[in-house]
């Protein structure tokens, strides 16, 4: 048995109906009713509403309970931010720390490349290599650059 679009609109149209006509009437029963037997008690507690907040001298609702809910949780909301923004800087600070010790160590090893280089050069002006002895000129040379 198929059920078309049509007869799915309509019945979608008489539940509607219904469910207003159902919300428009009050729905009355007894605050307590022993009708479960066993000694059953249900009660009913008008939807868990909460009872009126109580009133001060100056005809205004107290609204401590409320103050104290919303420092907690403001203390809460700050703990949680505070978190967030720590993570952030500590990740930001390996980032940079990371690079700092990237251009360390080429610093680290052109230092060491420049302190062999010295050490080369004071080595041959000091004349610790030789590259040969110094030898007088023939006399037959001497003759003619006179």
Known sequence: MSITREEIRQLCIENDRFMAEQASETIRRSPVSESGGAGIIYKEYDNSALPPAAATAEG??????????????????????????????????????????RDLADLRAENAELKGMIGTVLRLYAGETKTGDVVDLPDWRKRDAA
């Open 60 to 101: 205004e609702q107290d609204w401590s309970r409320w103050e104290a809910w919303m420092t907690g949780h403001l203390a809460n909301e700050r703990e949680a931010v505070l978190n967030i923004v720590n993570e952030g800087v500590n990740k930001m600070l390996d980032q940079e720390r990371a690079s700092i010790d």
